[in-house]
């Protein structure tokens, strides 16, 4: 067995494993689940639940699927075995890490439903968020970890993206592509 | 030899039509209702101090007189897209609903896309295909800017698509937006006019008259396929239409745009089409202050078959 692309074959006396090139629909409970590792559909609900408030309400109407190691997507329209194409909905979660970590845009898609684990940052905290700059922030006293973080703008608050708490710091995960340099905008 | 002198005999003012053409076009920004109304969009303009006009037959649609639609807050939250006034009409043309299956058969970069998810509320199903998989990436982007969740991305060429990856086998409704020669664009990009050939156009006709083609087949009896393009070539418009009145069990039907059009044409350089084609409708830069489009309405099954239009419950 010298050529190596033979270890990459799954043995089929192996457990199923995870290919990252194909999306799977993530099992229904812990119980269901086949591939190690693999995030259940309970345990997502649960984690946006537990972590930000949203409730089922808003997240029971999609499905749930993996491509890559614990790349989690969110998906609202018919699909069966779509493991060949090359997105299905959108980017959402990710899991197979300690702290499992929501990506920017599934944030600012469902984290207005979101009743704690919100930060609102004011005009010009905001404008340096949404540029990538990390800012002390001293006075927050919820959980440490991912947050979401929101401002207020047009007569409501809207969620920018995530932001990674630790130590009185609040540093910006809004990856490079998404950020902007935005104007200050007092209100 | 500029292509545009080969139309001057379809316009009613060749005057205001070159002189149209010649103009810079203004940037333009669709609200994403997915994620925000347009009064909402307006209110985070007006704080911001961002100049915008509305656009009277569109109440989704701002101009941008200062241009850098992407630098601004509601760009950043995802409640607006930059796309061309005529970039819109095609969605308009399909009127996809709610929790039905959609074929995009030339998606990239996924203007349009985004436009029918947000058009059927993020449900049912819209199917976005392109051949190039870098400008997919684009689509993707965006789809994800805008927070779509009802999109599945596939990579295939669109005369042969496959609906094996998908959970059905026909669509209700599929728009054409086809590859073109694109001369539609020459006020945002003078370019295209420099790069004209007339081998491109005959090439790239037989490329639409193949996904047009696949797009009736895969659409179900009664259901609907839109046929747009930005060019004004009749080889590239009314020309792919006749040839699928003459192969395909569809036909071209009549449907209202909100501004104002010319009717397809029926005889170009010595070729005669089907008299149905002046169905379809012709938008010309100087009528609208807009780029130039092509757009065209067709429904699927023979004449008398209307079987299949009642809406189907799912
Ligand atoms: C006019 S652009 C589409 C613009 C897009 N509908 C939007 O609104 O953003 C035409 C697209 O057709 C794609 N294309 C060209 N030939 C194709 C083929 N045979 N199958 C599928 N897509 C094709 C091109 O890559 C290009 O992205």
Not at chain 2, 48 to 61: S, T
Not at chain 2, 89 to 106: K, N, T
């Amino acid at each position: 067995m010298s050529d190596p692309d033979h270890d990459l074959e799954p043995d089929a006396d192996h457990e199923p494993a995870n290919d990252g090139q194909r999306f799977d629909r993530l099992p229904a409970t812990p119980a269901d689940r086949e591939v190690a590792g693999r995030a259940s559909r309970e345990e997502v609900l649960d984690w946006w639940e537990e972590r930000f408030g949203i409730g089922r309400d808003f997240l029971d109407g999609y499905s749930f699927w993996e491509k890559g190691a614990g790349k989690v997507w969110v998906f609202n329209g018919e699909a069966d075995d779509p493991s060949r194409v090359e997105a299905i909905g959108m980017t959402f979660l990710r899991t197979r890490q300690e702290h499992w970590k929501p990506t920017t845009r599934a944030v600012q898609r469902f984290g207005g439903h979101a009743t704690r684990n919100v930060v609102e940052l004011d005009p010009e905290r905001a404008s340096r968020f949404a540029a990538g700059e990390d800012q002390d922030l001293p006075d927050w006293d919820g959980d440490w970890g991912y947050l979401i973080v929101a401002h207020r703008i047009a007569g409501g608050t809207a969620p920018i993206g995530v932001g990674l708490y630790l130590y009185d710091e609040l540093r910006s995960v809004v990856p490079k592509g998404s950020r902007a340099d935005l104007p200050v905008v007092d209100r | 030899m500029n292509p545009l002198d080969r139309y001057e005999t379809l316009v009613d003012d060749v005057d205001a039509f070159r002189a149209a053409c010649d103009r810079p076009l203004p940037s333009v920004v669709r609200t994403n209702r997915i994620k925000a109304s347009p009064v909402r969009v307006r209110d985070a303009f007006d704080e911001a101090g961002v100049a915008y006009d509305p656009v009277d037959w569109h109440d989704g649609l701002f101009r941008l007189p200062d241009g850098n639609p992407g630098g601004n807050w509601p760009h950043l939250h995802g409640w607006t897209h930059g796309q061309e006034e005529v970039s819109v009409l095609p969605a308009l043309a399909l009127d996809p609903q709610p929790g039905e299956r959609v074929w995009d058969a030339c998606a990239a970069p996924g203007s349009k896309t985004t436009q029918i998810a947000d058009a059927m509320d993020d449900t049912g199903t819209v199917v976005a295909n392109d051949n190039n998989l870098g400008r997919l990436s684009a689509l993707r982007h965006n789809a994800e800017r805008l927070g779509v969740t009802n999109a599945i991305v596939t990579n295939q060429d669109a005369r042969n698509f496959s609906t094996k990856p998908l959970a059905f086998d026909e669509f209700d409704r599929a728009l054409v937006d086809a590859p073109c020669s694109c001369e539609g664009t020459c006020r945002k990009n003078p370019d295209v006019l420099d790069e004209w050939t007339l081998d491109h156009v005959h090439g790239v006709a037989g490329i639409q008259k193949g996904i047009l083609t696949r797009a009736i087949q895969a659409t179900r009896a009664g259901g609907t396929v839109v046929y747009s393009t930005c060019t004004f070539a009749p080889e590239e418009n009314e020309a792919v239409l006749d040839h699928a009145l003459a192969n395909e069990a569809c036909e071209v039907v009549p449907f209202d745009l909100p501004l104002e059009t010319a009717p397809g044409v029926t005889e170009w350089e010595g070729e005669e089409y089907d008299e149905s084609v002046t169905r379809a409708r012709r938008v010309y830069p100087h009528h609208n202050d807009t780029g130039g489009f092509f757009c065209a309405k067709l429904r699927v099954g023979g004449p008398d078959d209307h079987a299949g239009e009642t809406e189907v419950a799912r």
